[in-house]
């Protein structure tokens, strides 16, 4: 794959209680979501008051783009485990480190 220029970062909040059913859900769905044209990288992170963020890092825009009804798709099938639909926002990479 190339070198990622864009990342979809998503804010959520679960439910109440809801913490162990959406993990398992998205581990379910892992396959569904590393196959989304051009991912590179899924990082899921929730806090213990049990707000999250969504970070997808894709080869492009256009990619991210090509992708956004199978995401309405899977977030739809999270609806249960859900305060409220999330709105994911796009940008750039500028500048992406690892160890």
Not at 22 to 28: E, P, Q, R, V
Not at 31 to 46: P, S, T
Not at 49 to 57: E, Q
Not at 89 to 96: A, F, K, P, R, S
Request: aromatic residues 8%; hydrophobic residues 40%; contains cysteine.
């Amino acid at each position: 794959m190339g070198k990622a220029s864009f990342a979809r970062v998503t804010p959520y909040q679960l439910k109440p209680g809801m913490r162990d059913v959406a993990t398992k859900k998205i581990n379910g769905m892992k396959g569904q979501i590393m196959a989304l044209h051009g991912m590179q990288r899924f990082l899921n992170v929730v806090n213990s008051d049990n707000s999250g963020y969504i970070v997808a890092v894709l080869d492009s825009e256009e990619a991210s783009n090509r992708n956004m009804a199978k995401v309405r798709e899977i977030w739809g099938s999270m609806a249960d485990c859900l305060q409220e639909m999330p709105t994911p926002m796009g940008y750039d990479v500028v500048l992406e480190w690892e160890n």
